[in-house]
C-alpha cells in the first residue's frame, strides 16, 4: 500500500490573516468555514478537493526549532508560474528565506522560492525542473533542508 498526502492542517493565530494569504495571494479556493465554541477553521482547496485546512487555536507563531511540521511544499506547473507567485508575494511583503528563485542542491533542474506565511510557517513553490542554472544557496544539504 501506498498513501498520499490528503490535505493538510495548519495551526493560526488569526484566521482573517491567514485565510487572506492563502486565498488571496496562492490562490486557493475557500471551500468552506466554521466555528465551535470561540475556535473557527476554514478549508481551502482547488475547485472541491481539500488542500489545507486553517485551524485557529495557536498562541503564537511558527517555531521552526520545535518538532513537527519542518516545511510546506507546493509544487507548480512551470517555472514561469513560481516567478509568477514570487512577484504577488513580493507585493504583498512577504519575508523570503533566499533571494529569488534556487536551486533544490547545485546544479539541479529542480527548485523553486522560499519563504513563510503571516505566522512564519515556512513554505516552497517549486518545480521538477526549469530552475537549471539557478544559485543553489546551500552547499552541503537541500535548499530546503535549513533556512
Known amino acids: 500500500m501506498t498513501l ?15 485565510l487572506a494569504f492563502y486565498r488571496d495571494v496562492l ?32 498562541g ?12 510546506l511544499a507546493f509544487e ?3 517555472i514561469e508560474r513560481v516567478r509568477e507567485y514570487e512577484q504577488a508575494l ?3 511583503g ?3 528565506a533566499y533571494e529569488g ?8 533542474a529542480s527548485g523553486g522560492i522560499f519563504f513563510h506565511d503571516p505566522d512564519g510557517t515556512r513554505l516552497e513553490i517549486s518545480v521538477p525542473s526549469g530552475a537549471q542554472g539557478a544559485p543553489a544557496p546551500v552547499e552541503s544539504a537541500p535548499t530546503c533542508g535549513f533556512f
Not at 481539500?50 to 487555536?57: A, D, K, N, P
Not at 503564537?60 to 516545511?71: M, N
Open 27 to 58: 490562490g486557493f479556493a475557500l471551500i468552506g468555514e466554521g466555528k465551535e465554541e470561540d475556535r473557527r477553521y476554514a478549508f481551502l482547496g482547488d475547485g472541491d478537493s481539500l488542500v489545507l485546512t486553517l485551524w485557529q487555536q495557536a
Open 76 to 78: 507548480a506547473d512551470s
Open 101 to 108: 528563485v534556487v536551486a533544490h542542491r547545485e546544479g539541479a
Open 4 to 18: 498520499r498526502t490528503g490535505h493538510i492542517g495548519l495551526n493560526v493565530t488569526e484566521l482573517d490573516r491567514s
Open 90 to 92: 513580493r507585493a504583498y
Open 60 to 71: 503564537t507563531g511558527f517555531e521552526g526549532d520545535r518538532a513537527g511540521l519542518h516545511h
Open 94 to 96: 512577504v519575508d523570503f
